[in-house]
């Protein structure tokens, strides 16, 4: 079902115009989740640059299988994704990438976990689900962010939730939006010109990891130091430095020991 109501898309379009002039802008009330659309869509041919927000999603996905909870309507949540051809020089790093371009648009304070939550107070505040379709010499990627705007209704998560009404009072799904639509867009325009390296000193100010003592899947502990020009993790552990390119982390409740596991190094 198609729902126009409070959604800025006249403003939106203007605004991601100038790197994306033929974006399809698309709001749905509800469906079982805009990156299961935007791939159904892409297998099926269509692969022109699209964002689709769901006012509700009913199947929303989070990585490594997760399920993404969020809470129904405008005011508690925003689930959108972009599908753009993309031909980047390497893929490395665009997760971290899409997550600078949420905290510069959204606020300083945030921070990002690696590989690619945004955190505020070592709480999850909002997830990166990014997938690629295969079309001809290109891919066809699709972001899906999911950014909490209220306290979520689900409260047995693995990371505590933050919300993003905590810091900017009042900002709903279709301004929150039009905060991030530009800046993102902007974002994937350079790291496909550019790869991960014009981000990598960015990320590394935005760490939410710095410094913290991390466990990876080896059971070999070692301390978080940033990561490459690539966006793999740096870790310096007592046998010397590791670099991690795909993970999984565990839960690490508020006031626990810093400790993350990482599964695949
Ligand atoms: C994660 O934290 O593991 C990623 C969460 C990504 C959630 C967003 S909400 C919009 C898009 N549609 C989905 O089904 N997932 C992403």
Request: aromatic share 6%; hydrophobic share 45%.
């Amino acid at each position: 079902m198609k729902h126009h109501a409070q959604w800025p898309l006249q403003a939106l379009r203007e605004a991601v115009a100038p790197d994306l002039p033929d974006l399809e802008l698309e709001v749905l009330t509800q469906i079982d989740s805009t990156n299961s659309e935007l791939m159904r869509r892409a297998r099926a041919g269509r692969l022109a640059p699209a964002l689709l927000v769901a006012e509700r999603q009913t199947a929303g996905r989070g990585r490594l299988g997760r399920q993404w909870f969020s809470q129904d309507g405008t005011a508690a949540s925003l689930t959108f994704s972009l599908g753009l051809p993309l031909a980047p020089p390497d893929w490395s790093g665009l997760s971290l990438a899409v997550g600078i371009a949420m905290v510069r648009s959204l606020h300083p304070d945030l921070r990002l976990k690696w590989p690619n939550d945004l955190w505020w107070q070592a709480r999850k505040l909002a997830g990166i689900l990014i997938e690629t379709v295969s079309c001809a010499d290109k891919r066809y990627a699709i972001i899906g962010i999911g950014v909490n705007l209220e306290t979520p209704a689900v409260t047995d998560l693995a990371t505590p939730a933050a919300w993003l009404t905590e810091l900017l009072p009042g900002l709903d799904a279709p301004q929150t939006l039009l905060r991030v639509a530009a800046p993102l867009v902007q974002t994937l325009k350079t790291f496909e010109a550019q790869g991960f390296a014009p981000f990598q000193a960015s990320f590394n100010s935005y760490d939410a990891l710095a410094g913290l003592t991390i466990t990876l899947g080896d059971g070999t502990a070692g301390v978080a130091h940033g990561v490459d020009e690539l966006g793999a993790l740096r870790v310096l552990t007592e046998q010397g430095w590791r670099k991690i390119t795909s993970a999984e982390v565990s839960p690490r409740p508020i006031g626990q020991p810093p400790s993350v596991n990482f599964q695949a190094v």
